[in-house]
């Protein structure tokens, strides 16, 4: 994944973005969508596009019918008030102008606004009139994609949010102290990126109530803020920062060797030097190998949040809202940044991909599509965590999307005995009391997950005996088990067959630098 741009790129980029905008009113397009939820902002964009265009800039609201920015207070029309009022006066007015309609994103479910959409697009393509959808929700009825010009307006520039943090520091009450240095100021504007900017005035002001100031104790708020903006998507769900990283997965040294040379690739001195982030990891094997808890696990090793994405809530909702979905999910994540997106067992939430243009209309190929162009495209610092039990059931592309795939096969005997060293101080045992070597021999062929489930049968065992657990507790419950070898036999040598020449064991070393021998045998 590509660094974050500086300053003055991103600028360049918000610049980029309204000329282009003055372009197409120059050019004489009849009809923009622009998605943002900063309405003020954009406004203001616009508002200096059209003075430099000699344009009026004329904004309708449902609340408030057509107003001139000029002269808010009084209304341009009383035959513009409603949405299809405003749509019949804007072919009549005399004068060139721009046409602000404030989220008519939800009369486009109306057959007669779309129609009268239409006809106004016919009418204004000979004028000097643009009508421009501001909305934060991309709604776009079938008969209208071809009409319709999409810009999506981007968050604050680091400039921007620069500029906010100074604003605040100049407004801040009396009594208030200001205690940030240059890279404290610097860290404080890296957390406000992916706000928008009356988040990031809430944020800081929040803040100064708080501290009765503002310094570095600033970010922790904002984060907590970003929080509150995940809970607001059904999509995604919201790991925070937390204790577990990965000296709490067993084994994988390959895997973890690999996370912990791009710990810093997010870091400001990386960047700096010129180095570009990595976009994210691919995680293949058996169920139950830690796919998932290492995803977990990369965020508290990074010190970032981790972002689940739940693919069976991109597709709820009405018809033709699941791409929207997807977008707004993504978006979100950025808002975060930077955090590690983690998509879980990818492979069920896109099944159904090959028959898509006849199961559901092609909804899945489209969200699968959404998802592809945004991890080749992104510049955010979203790095992407995807697990996977089942490869067979995702086409080629989707992989070729990570910087490395990796392969979670059956643990090793070593790594079993790590596996049970973990649990066994996780619930408060000194694993050097109890004979892991014996526990990594009767274990083989099992998972972490059975593993995990042994040890809590043993001192299950144990606790109803009225005693310590003991090694001969776990040995007892382990026989018990029924492997997950057993119930997906085939599945297991469809995977190692795939992964073989296509991705990198996630297993480690041993002493002596010779790659494990694993058994293949079932």
């Known amino acids: 994944m590509t660094s974050l741009p500086s300053a003055s ?52 609201s449902v609340t408030k019918g057509l107003r001139d920015v000029a002269r808010p207070d009084v209304p341009v029309s009383d035959e513009a008030q409603d949405y299809l009022g405003v749509l019949r006066f804007i072919p009549r007015y005399d004068g060139d102008a721009l046409f602000v309609l404030l ?81 404290g100021k610097e860290a404080l504007i890296r957390a406000l990126q992916g706000l928008t900017a009356t988040e990031a005035e809430n944020a800081l002001a929040l803040a100064v109530v708080t501290y009765k100031g503002l310094d ?9 803020e970003k929080k509150q903006i995940v809970r607001k998507s059904r999509a995604l769900e919201y790991f925070p920062v937390q204790e577990l990283d990965l000296t709490q997965v067993g084994g994988l040294a390959n895997l973890k060797a690999w996370l912990k040379l791009r710990a810093a690739d997010f870091s400001e ?21 830690g796919k998932s808890l290492t995803a977990k696990a ?19 909702g009405v018809v033709g809202s699941s791409e929207e979905n997807i977008r707004q999910a993504l978006k979100l994540a950025e808002a975060v940044a930077p955090c590690v997106l983690w998509l879980d067992e990818i492979e069920k939430g896109l099944s159904g991909l090959g028959s898509s243009n006849f199961s559901d209309g092609g909804t899945t190929a489209r969200v ?42 059956l643990p090793t005997k070593q790594e079993r005995e790590e596996i049970f060293a973990i649990h066994l101080a996780k619930r408060g045992r000194d694993p050097e009391q109890f004979d892991l070597g014996a526990l990594g021999q009767a274990s083989e062929g099992l998972v972490g ?11 299950r065992i144990a606790f109803n005996a009225g005693r310590e657990v003991e090694t001969s507790d776990i040995l007892e419950a382990l026989k018990e088990l029924v492997p997950l070898r057993e119930l997906y036999r085939e599945k297991i040598e469809a995977l190692r067959t795939w992964a073989a020449g296509r991705a990198r064991p996630a297993s480690g070393r041993p002493e002596g630098g010779k790659v494990q021998e694993r058994r293949l045998k079932l």
């Not at 030097?273 to 094997?285: D, K, N, P, T």
């Not at 990369?298 to 709820?316: H, K, S, T, Y």
Request: charged fraction near 25%; proline fraction near 6%; include cysteine.
């Open 9 to 60: 790129a991103t600028v360049t980029g918000m610049r980029s973005v309204n000329k282009h905008i003055r372009a197409l009113v120059r050019a004489r397009f009849p009809l923009l969508y622009i998605l943002s939820y900063e309405e003020r902002r954009v406004l203001e964009a616009l508002e200096a596009i059209a003075e430099a265009e000699g344009y009026r800039l004329l904004v309708w």
């Open 216 to 224: 570095r104790r600033a970010i922790r708020l904002i984060i907590q």
């Open 269 to 289: 001195a990386a960047k700096e030097y010129g180095l570009e982030s990595s976009r994210g990891v691919f995680l293949v094997g058996i169920p139950g190998t």
């Open 368 to 409: 699968f599509s959404t998802i592809l162009t945004w991890m080749q495209e992104h510049t955010s610092q979203v790095f992407v965590a995807a697990t996977c039990n089942d490869v067979a059931a995702l086409p080629p592309e989707f992989p070729a999307r990570f910087d490395e795939i990796f392969f979670l096969d």
């Open 449 to 459: 997950r059975e593993i995990e489930r042994a040890v809590k049968e043993g001192m």
């Open 103 to 183: 989220d008519f994103h939800a009369f486009l479910r109306d057959p007669v606004a779309v129609r009268g959409l239409r006809d106004l697009v016919g009418e204004l393509t000979v004028t000097q009139k643009t009508a421009i959808i501001l909305s934060p929700s991309l709604v776009i009825p079938p008969e209208m994609e071809k009409e319709i010009v999409v810009v999506d307006y981007p968050l604050p520039t680091r400039e921007e949010l620069a500029a906010i943090v100074d604003e605040m520091a100049m407004r801040l009450p009396e009594g208030a102290k200001l205690e940030l240095d240059e890279e």
């Open 298 to 316: 990369i965020g508290g090793e990074w010190g970032m949040p981790v972002i689940r994405l739940d693919m069976g809530a991109v597709f709820q």
